[in-house]
């Protein structure tokens, strides 16, 4: 199974916007982290589609390894 590229060892902070969809890189290959630009094409990944319910600031996952995907869940402190 393919692993991620880890993008980044800190969460990245993003003001999310009510009813605006994001898509979040999986793969850790973007050039425009947390978002995905399309760099997985020909990989196992795809972006994980995220549809903010409410505007909130949000910590997006940087290190690809977070149990709750798009979102970080600290697993950054054990890379």
Known sequence: ???PKIAGKQPI???????????????G??????????SHKGSAFSPV??????????F???????GNPGFC???HKSL
Do not use: H, L
């Open 29 to 38: 290959q973007s050039t425009n982290q947390p978002f995905c630009d399309g």
């Open 73 to 75: 869940d600290g697993s």
């Open 49 to 58: 589609i995220i549809k903010a319910e409410k505007s909130k600031k949000a």
């Open 1 to 3: 199974m393919e692993q």
């Open 60 to 66: 997006m996952c940087a290190c690809k390894q977070t």
């Open 13 to 27: 902070p993003v003001e999310m916007e009510e009813g605006k969809t994001y898509a979040w890189c999986a793969c």
